[in-house]
């Protein structure tokens, strides 16, 4: 979903459910954004090839993200943002990251993510967050800086495979 203002048109791209690289888009007015009614069972919020696809995952009920390599300071923010998007969309509190293809993350984009970004993103309802973690060893202590530093109230765990990370995501938790 976009971010514009009241009553303007926004933009929706969804891949086929094939997997082909076949998009559609619809516009819609800002009031419908949360009902777009695309025929992709994944609404793509961000979606810059070579840096990340972020989706909504009905199954998992979460916000997911691929990262796909390195993104610059504006595109880790729109990213970051369209998280919080997709969130605020489905009334969500999880989200995936597949951060196995991402990058060194820059001290200052650190520095945004835990005082900016992650307040927000409790904010929104965030309160679990399941990363895979990345091949390399220095974005993986990026990574691990980010979370340690937060402390926002987000449970945050680590795991070897989407699939691992999925399961804890979708685990029954006790009702506090």
Same mark, same amino acid.
């Given at each position: 979903?976009?971010?514009? %203002?009241?009553?303007?048109?926004?933009?929706?791209? !969804?891949?086929?459910?094939?997997?082909?690289?076949?998009?559609?888009? %619809?516009?819609?007015?800002?009031?419908?954004?949360? %009902?777009?009614?695309?025929?992709?069972?994944?609404?793509?919020?961000? /979606?810059?090839?070579?840096?990340?696809?972020?989706?909504?995952?009905?199954?998992?009920? !979460?916000?997911?993200?691929?990262?796909?390599?390195? !993104?610059?300071?504006?595109?880790?923010?729109?990213?970051?943002?369209?998280?919080?998007? !997709?969130?605020?969309?489905?009334?969500? %509190?999880?989200?995936?990251?597949?951060?196995?293809?991402?990058?060194?993350?820059?001290?200052?984009?650190?520095?945004?993510?835990?005082? /900016?970004?992650?307040?927000?993103?409790?904010?929104?309802?965030?309160?679990?967050?399941?990363?895979?973690?990345?091949?390399?060893?220095?974005?993986?202590? /990026?990574?691990?800086?980010?979370?340690?530093?937060?402390? /926002?109230?987000?449970?945050?765990?680590?795991?070897?495979?989407?699939?691992?990370?999925?399961?804890?995501?979708?685990?029954?938790?006790?009702?506090?």
């Amino acid at each position: 979903p976009p971010m514009c %203002s009241e009553g303007a048109a926004a933009v929706h791209f !969804a891949v086929a459910r094939d997997g082909r690289c076949a998009y559609m888009f %619809s516009i819609r007015q800002r009031d419908d954004v949360t %009902s777009t009614g695309l025929a992709s069972p994944d609404p793509i919020y961000f /979606n810059t090839p070579g840096v990340a696809l972020v989706t909504w995952n009905e199954g998992l009920k !979460a916000a997911c993200v691929e990262m796909q390599g390195w !993104a610059s300071t504006s595109e880790a923010q729109v990213l970051l943002d369209a998280i919080i998007q !997709a969130l605020k969309a489905h009334h969500g %509190s999880r989200w995936l990251l597949d951060a196995r293809k991402m990058k060194v993350l820059k001290q200052s984009d650190q520095d945004w993510i835990t005082q /900016n970004w992650l307040p927000r993103a409790a904010a929104a309802g965030l309160k679990l967050a399941a990363i895979v973690l990345p091949m390399s060893m220095v974005t993986m202590t /990026n990574v691990e800086d980010v979370a340690k530093v937060a402390e /926002n109230g987000i449970d945050t765990r680590f795991f070897p495979t989407v699939e691992k990370a999925g399961e804890w995501l979708t685990a029954p938790r006790p009702v506090a």
